[in-house]
């Protein structure tokens, strides 16, 4: 058969509805763990606004600051925030032994894996460790 013959058949396209990641609870998951990137950038937005308007000497900043965050929506919207960053975290944490293989040696032979709970537990303390350095700087300075 010559495949170089013109075809005047469309191909056929199946239909795919907005919703098809909805029947499926593992991409449900990740549709929330990629939602959670949007309240990610939103605090590391309001982050830089807070530390970046002392350098700019604007008059008021200070109390304008205040009177943003002691605002109950602004409350509310960091607390939404913080729960979809640790979700963000649990969820990659726990993705992180499937990504990336750790063998306990270097020998060609020896192929066993350094267990799953050792790369959670050691990303969950070294987020820890990080929280804790931040906010050791944040109240000496």
């Known amino acids: ?7 005047y058949r469309k191909p056929y396209n199946r239909p795919v509805k907005r919703t ?3 029947d499926w609870s593992f991409y449900v998951a990740y549709m929330l763990r990629e939602g959670t990137a949007f309240l990610a950038v939103f605090v590391a937005l309001e982050l830089l606004v807070i530390t ?3 350098f700019f000497a604007i008059k008021g900043a200070d109390t304008a600051v205040t009177a943003v965050l002691s605002n109950p929506i602004a409350f509310i919207l960091n607390l939404i925030a913080l729960v979809a960053v640790v979700f963000h975290a649990f969820t990659w944490y726990n993705l992180m032994p499937k990504a990336m293989r750790m063998f306990f040696t270097k020998k060609p032979d020896d192929t066993r894996l350094i267990p799953d709970k050792f790369y959670v537990f050691g ?4 987020t820890a460790a990080a929280t804790l350095v931040i906010i050791l700087v944040l109240t000496l300075v």
């Open 52 to 54: 970046a308007l002392p």
């Open 20 to 22: 098809w990641w909805a």
């Open 123 to 126: 990303l969950w303390g070294a």
């Open 1 to 7: 058969m010559d495949n170089n013959v013109k075809s």
